[in-house]
Nanobody, 120 residues
């Protein structure tokens, strides 16, 4: 049974930083795509960043490029999202996700979500 458990959300002022963590368990993720989505109130859940666990290849949506960094720790089976220069528009529930076929194809595994609130 795959489990994804997020932590690290909270309230921060604009310009501040947060680091989200996602502890993954239940199988080997070496051939998985893993990433972070976010969903603001009244909006769709959108991909923020993703990483290919085996190669380390990364992708970022345009609005977070240069501010967010996705990374993984193979030994700890943990995914991270370092968020710097946060803006009020980054406020959302952030979800960790994992897929063996690509996050753009299908997302069978989700974390429970962690709230990030950025005040102006």
């Amino acid at each position: 049974q795959v489990q994804l458990v997020e932590s690290g959300g909270g309230l921060v002022q604009a310009g501040g930083s947060l680091r989200l963590s996602c502890a993954a368990s239940g199988r080997t993720f070496s051939h998985y795509d893993m990433g972070w989505f976010r969903q603001a109130p009244g909006k769709e859940r959108d991909l923020v960043a993703r990483i290919r666990w085996s190669s380390g290849y990364t992708y970022y949506t345009d609005s977070v490029k240069g501010r967010f960094t996705i990374s993984r720790d193979n030994a700890k089976n943990t995914l991270y999202l370092q968020m710097n220069s946060l803006k009020p528009e980054d406020t959302a529930v952030y979800y960790c996700a994992a897929s063996p076929v690509g996050l753009s194809v299908q997302v069978p595994y989700w974390g429970q979500g962690t709230q990030v609130t950025v005040s102006s």
